[in-house]
């Protein structure tokens, strides 16, 4: 086997790329405390951002190495250990670090602002454990995308905006506005997992996997797909007529064309290897343009 670099090895395990979507939901529910309750603490932001990237990546980190553990002796493109020669210490040893990073800045600001934090932390650190570990991995059931798409879309932007606004004495529902602030991250990044689905449709029902896209379909889950993107539009526009987002973040109706674009090359031919890319770039650039021109207003 070709000798892989320590960066490669790394960058495969935690798949670094896929970071931004848990910074994302970070910026939105800062946006949206500096927006609708007038309230931004930099250090607490700063501390949500590394717990929240931290805790993502010790989750890649164990998906790949309980894929490791399933796959072991079958070619399959899911077994990164195997592909790229990292040892199973390796990852259990990254998988512990990340993980206990994210827990003890975590418990600081549990500290720093109270306990709904912890709340809100144990449940994601739950789902981030039994979603590729346990005797039934939600990875393997119809639900792995509504706990993916909730956990980072809804807690991260909860989350985010609670240890901005703690200080305040009226936080009267702070949890359904927060979700409604939530709906474009909640989806986006639950179709990034759709879209992995509907790819792998054909090698998953082999490995255990019997996902959405097993019940629903190719066609089914790609209508989900589609009709997922304009939930999230629809989120933006629902969180921008209630007050919770400025105006400025509607720029991201600019994005409807090149998303539009993408969504028809995945849906026409979805496979891992070329157009699964799309579903990133679409949720990447729905959440970075509505930060951005919600960011825009702050300043402006």
């Known amino acids: 086997m070709k000798k892989v670099s320590v960066i490669k090895k790394a960058n495969a395990l935690v798949q670094t790329k896929s970071v931004v979507t848990s910074f994302m939901p970070c910026l939105l529910g800062i946006l949206f405390a500096a927006n609708y309750y007038h309230s931004f603490n930099v250090v607490n932001s700063l501390l949500i951002m590394i717990s929240v990237v931290a805790f993502h990546l010790a989750v890649n980190a164990h998906n790949q190495y309980k894929d490791y553990e399933r796959y072991r002796g079958k ?131 082999a490995l255990g996997r019997k996902t959405i896209v097993y019940y629903w379909g190719k066609q089914g889950g790609i209508r989900l797909w589609e009709v997922s993107f304009v939930i999230a539009y629809v989120g933006i526009l629902a969180a921008v007529v209630l007050g919770y987002l400025p105006v400025l973040t509607l720029l991201v109706i600019l994005t409807i064309p090149i998303v539009w674009r993408n969504t028809r090359r995945f849906s026409a031919h979805p496979k891992k290897e070329t157009t699964f890319l799309y579903a990133i770039i679409n949720a990447q650039l729905i959440l970075a343009v509505t930060v951005i021109g919600g960011g825009l207003a702050l300043i402006l």
């Open 75 to 205: 070619d399959s493109h899911n077994n990164i250990l195997k592909n790229f020669d990292i040892k199973p210490l390796q990852a259990r040893s990254t998988i512990l670090g990340l993980a206990l990073l994210s827990m003890i800045i975590g418990l600081f600001l549990v500290d720093r602002t109270g306990l709904p934090v912890l709340w809100v932390g144990l449940v994601s650190f739950a789902v981030g454990y039994f979603y590729s570990g346990g005797p039934y991995p939600i990875s393997k059931t119809p639900f792995g995308e509504l706990f993916s798409g909730l956990t980072m879309g809804y807690n991260i932007t909860f989350l985010a905006t609670y240890v901005n606004m703690y200080q305040l004495i009226d936080v009267s529902g702070l949890w359904y506005k927060t979700f409604i602030v939530a709906i474009p991250a909640i989806f986006t990044i639950s179709n990034i997992m759709l879209a992995n689905n509907i790819a792998d449709r054909k090698e998953d029902p």
